[in-house]
């Protein structure tokens, strides 16, 4: 599939959010985000495309990580290397499962733990997909507002990051272009420029 830039939006300091539509897998970036279980059991869905591609140590290294340190409970992230995958890490985040209660906040909990990964380790772009949207049943709108707003108040927070671009990527149609309205919304269309 090729990879489509719907939408950009630069922020002071030369930080770049986009909304993409192309696979994740794919994504030329230090880390890609897996929306994963508490367990980092990668079988279906985003987390099942990335084990795939990416090869047996991406799942190898997820059980190295549980066994040592428990399950990755709902809102937190883990890291690994990517295996084959063109991106250097798997940042593996753990949404909520929608009906469980206060999902937006486990939602961007989840998110802002994936980007204080990322700054821990210095690395400069990340790729997030629609996390909980799937067979989470996290609703797609909702989810897109959560993951955009969280983005936002955390590059706010922060004068200075070593992370500069953060891709938004969904490989359907559908999803890409409800984060895409959903980011023309928020960021106001016009204000894209510094």
């Not at 700054?119 to 996390?131: D, K, R, V």
Request: proline share 4%; charged share 20%.
């Amino acid at each position: 599939m090729t990879r489509q830039v719907l939408f950009e939006h630069k922020r002071p300091g030369k930080r770049i959010i986009r909304i993409v539509q192309g696979d994740l897998t794919q994504e030329h970036v230090d880390a890609i985000v897996n929306a994963a279980n508490e367990q980092l059991a990668h079988g279906g869905g985003v987390a099942g495309a990335i084990s795939q591609k990416g090869g047996p140590a991406i799942q190898q290294e997820s059980e190295a990580w549980v066994r040592e340190h428990g399950p990755v409970y709902t809102g937190s992230a883990a890291i690994t290397g990517a295996g084959r995958l063109p991106a250097r890490y798997v940042i593996h985040a753990v949404g909520p499962i929608w009906g469980s209660g206060h999902e937006e906040a486990k939602l961007a909990s989840a998110v802002q733990s994936a980007l204080d990964l990322a700054e821990q380790y210095e690395l400069e772009s990340i790729s997030i997909p629609a996390i909980s949207s799937g067979i989470f049943g996290f609703p797609k709108p909702l989810c897109a507002q959560v993951i955009l707003q969280t983005i936002l108040e955390w590059f706010s927070e922060r004068q200075a990051t070593h992370l500069r671009e953060i891709n938004l990527c969904n490989i359907d149609a559908h999803t890409a272009r409800i984060f895409e309205q959903t980011a023309r919304t928020l960021l106001n269309v016009g204000s894209d420029k510094e």
